[in-house]
């Protein structure tokens, strides 16, 4: 089945450490996301991509870097400069360009959970 | 610029009884409208959504939506809300070349 897979579920990082998120998508979708999630609060785009080698900054990008060498692949990496790491992290797709494009919506995985130790 | 807003924080109800969760939003066109179902730990999952044709939409898990366009609504409904459908449900607004925009999230609890 198609889908996207965040791994890992779980992660803890010391003060002053970098981490990397993995996000992979089998849909073959153009675009990926990145959103944080802090309780009780929305969704906020950190950064996201419509293209392979391609990404732009969302509304809160600062302490956080992203790559897109691969159409499937858009890891997230949340440096020691992000203040406030701990929160819920979404990655999502979505088939991007065209007409009709937004119709078909997002498709999340299913989240990691970092939390600063 | 678009904006979704759902006025309600945090909604119970009592499991058998109807359900509306409300979403309004802002957009000059015909936007793309969703709703999103979150349960705790969980990614988000489509529930329905629309865009064109009929203003009353079905989704999955026994959800529908109704689009109204004078007053720029997108309210969820279920006849009768089961335990399970306690979570967060988000909607959104999309438009083509632009991200999605999220609204802040209701969250669902259900009384046995």
């Known amino acids: 089945d198609g889908g996207i897979t965040q791994s890992p579920k779980y992660l803890f990082r010391k003060e002053g450490q970098n981490v990397t998120l993995s996000c992979e998508q089998n849909?073959?979708?153009?675009?990926m996301y990145w959103y944080r999630q802090d309780p009780g609060q929305g969704l906020r785009l950190i950064y996201y991509?419509?293209?392979?080698?391609?990404?732009q900054k969302g509304d809160i990008a600062e302490g956080y870097s992203v790559s897109r060498e691969k159409k499937e692949s858009f890891p997230l990496t949340v440096t020691s400069a992000q203040k406030n790491p701990t929160a819920f992290y979404l990655c999502?797709?979505?088939?991007?360009?065209?007409?009709?494009?937004?119709?078909?919506?997002?498709?999340f995985g299913s989240g990691t959970r970092l939390t600063v130790v | 610029a678009q904006s979704v807003t759902q006025p309600d924080i945090h909604i119970t109800v009592s499991e058998g009884a109807s359900l509306e969760l409300r979403c309004n939003y802002s957009y000059g066109a015909t936007p793309y409208l969703f709703w999103y179902v979150q349960s705790p730990g969980q990614g988000l999952q489509l529930l329905l959504k629309y865009f064109s044709g009929d203003t009353l939409v079905q989704g999955i898990k026994g959800f529908e939506a109704e689009f109204k366009r004078s007053q720029s609504s997108f309210n969820l409904r279920k006849p009768s809300v089961h335990w399970s459908d306690a979570a967060e449900y988000f909607c959104?607004?999309?438009?083509?070349?632009?991200?999605?925009?999220f609204g802040p999230g209701t969250r669902l609890s259900v009384l046995p």
């Open positions: 959104a607004v999309g438009a083509r070349g632009q991200n999605f925009v």
């Open positions: 991509s419509q293209i392979v080698n391609d990404f």
């Open positions: 849909l073959n979708h153009d675009a």
């Open positions: 999502a797709s979505s088939i991007g360009g065209g007409q009709l494009s937004p119709a078909y919506g997002y498709t």
